[in-house]
């Protein structure tokens, strides 16, 4: 997992080793994963957050979405970067 973002309790990652996939964001706190696109931004999958905090997530995902297309393209090594083990960007 590469660790692109995180905002208070939330990591913010995407599995290394995957390419084919559209850009995407994987949230994790505790035992709780939410998977969402970044194009169209948009929930594709929630393992235990409950529907609350999913907004709260994606209103996150929203507001931090530039970035994340621009660290995702380069974690995933499609700006003719390789991609890295460990990246993280940002960190409150």
């Known amino acids: 997992m590469i660790t692109l973002h995180r905002i208070g309790p ?7 080793g995957y390419n084919l996939e559209p850009p995407y964001i994987c949230v994790k706190h505790g035992a709780n994963t ?5 194009q169209p931004p948009s ?5 235990g957050f ?5 907004s709260r997530i994606q209103q996150l995902v929203l507001e931090a ?16 970067e390789k991609p ?9």
């Open 34 to 38: 939410a998977k969402f696109s970044l």
């Open 43 to 47: 929930l594709l999958v929630n393992n």
């Open 65 to 80: 979405r530039e970035l994340l297309m621009k660290h995702w393209a380069r974690a995933k090594g499609t700006e003719g």
């Open 10 to 16: 939330y990591r913010f990652y995407v599995n290394s």
């Open 50 to 54: 409950p529907r609350g905090e999913i």
């Open 84 to 92: 890295t083990g460990e990246l993280l960007l940002h960190q409150e």
